[in-house]
């Protein structure tokens, strides 16, 4: 007889551990650099005034609380497709668009994993080393035999390894799932130009690849929201069938209320009903259907003209802030003599710094100068500001000179 005290024994997730330590902690020193939310000067946790805004306006508007359907609302699934691809008008009406309302990106990533493995036959899944923490676990946990890491970040000089990223994926088996961050790479904030994204594009239409787009920080990188979602319109134009995961809580700071989109685009519309019975089937087997009070606020700024507007100057703002913190940063490095360069800092881009630090050179901030970050040396950008930044460059400085 099988009981639970028979369950194998697992250590903590890395994230939460680390966070869990952050807030044990009583020293008035202590540095969050952990989560990736948009904090103020201040240290605070921020909220977008527009948000509070729509939200107020849906509460107001709500007179039930329904079921949605298993794939969510369907005009907050068709805005959050048109903020990745434009007009789509056409395409959605002939069902070579659609969207599936999920639990935030993450919701996104499983939901499509899932029907690829179910429904696709697909066994095998690339995602870049180092990639988003879950990657690898939701698509083992789908189904997915082969999880196979293409290299994405040379180590040592701290940029794009773009020829291994190629070398991979060209020696992948077709009908391989790839997983592609749109912009903003978590969690080494590298992005690729138009030029490496068309040879990535080649390999994957030469190899039969099925490119799985991962996108949190859509307007995070550029600055321009168009912008940042160049390369998912780079492989609709050239004729892919492909899915994307699209989050809202970084673009909105709506973390806990898990909004997600899973767009699905076809070269036909022929099977689109088929197609969508075999997402609602998932979703209820699953978690039944998606909550609607976040998706419902997200829609409601989207569509409405003078609420999308104070959004976009607000969310401009944010990326200003992020900028202006990275440069900062890098200057108060330089000005330590921390050893090493670090014009990284500024050459990334989106919310995360990828400072490429050891393991133990991390429990050294951690237990010397109460400065909290995950294991690879990835921290928050807003985590820091005017009254830590000093601070946390001297910090780096001392650890650096001590645990090379």
């Not at 909004?259 to 699905?264: E, I, R």
Request: charged share 20%; hydrophobic share 35%.
């Amino acid at each position: 007889m099988v009981r639970f005290n028979d369950v194998p024994v697992v250590g903590q997730n890395g994230y939460i551990e680390v966070d869990t330590a952050f807030h044990n902690d009583t020293s008035p020193l202590k540095v969050d650099l952990v989560f990736g939310t948009f904090r103020s000067e201040d240290g605070s946790l921020y909220l977008l005034p527009v948000v509070k805004k729509a939200e107020n306006m849906v509460v107001n508007d709500t007179s039930s609380h329904d079921y949605l359907s298993p794939t969510g609302i369907e005009g907050f699934t068709k805005s959050a497709c048109r903020l990745l691809l434009g007009d789509i008008e056409k395409q959605w009406k002939d069902g070579m668009i659609f969207g599936v309302q999920c639990v935030g990106g993450a919701g996104a990533l499983k939901i499509g994993a899932e029907f690829l493995s179910r429904h696709m036959n697909c066994t095998t899944v690339y995602y870049p080393d180092p990639s988003y923490e879950i990657h690898g676990t939701v698509f083992s946990f789908s189904g997915f035999q082969n999880k196979i890491q293409y290299r994405y970040l040379n180590r040592e000089t701290k940029s794009l390894n773009f020829q291994g990223f190629c070398e991979d994926i060209s020696n992948a088996p077709i009908d391989s799932v790839v997983i592609l961050h749109a912009c903003g790479h978590n969690p080494t904030g590298l992005d690729l130009t138009k030029e490496q994204w068309k040879t990535i594009a080649e390999i994957m239409k030469e190899r039969q690849l099925i490119p799985f787009f991962d996108i949190a920080y859509q307007g995070m990188a550029s600055g321009d929201i168009e912008e940042d979602t160049w390369a998912i319109r780079h492989f609709h134009k050239e004729g892919f069938e492909f899915l994307c995961a699209q989050s809202f809580s970084k673009m909105f700071t709506m973390y806990n209320e898990r909004v997600g989109n899973l767009m699905v685009t076809l070269k036909s519309g022929h099977n689109i009903d088929s197609i969508k019975v075999h997402f609602e089937r998932i979703v209820r087997s699953i978690y039944s259907n998606p909550p609607n009070h976040g998706a419902t606020t997200v829609f409601k700024i989207l569509s409405d003209p003078e609420l999308y507007d104070e959004w976009s100057s607000s969310f401009k703002a944010m990326v200003n802030q992020i900028i202006e913190i990275r440069k900062s940063f890098r200057k108060a490095l330089e000005e330590e003599g921390a050893p090493g360069k670090w014009n990284h800092i500024t050459n990334q881009k989106g919310m995360f710094i990828m400072l490429s630090l050891t393991d133990s050179q991390v429990e050294y901030l951690r237990y010397f100068h109460h400065i909290y970050m995950v294991n690879c040396g990835r921290i928050n950008a807003t985590g820091l500001n005017t009254k830590n930044i000093s601070y946390v460059a001297k910090a780096i400085n001392d650890t650096l000179r001590k645990n090379i």
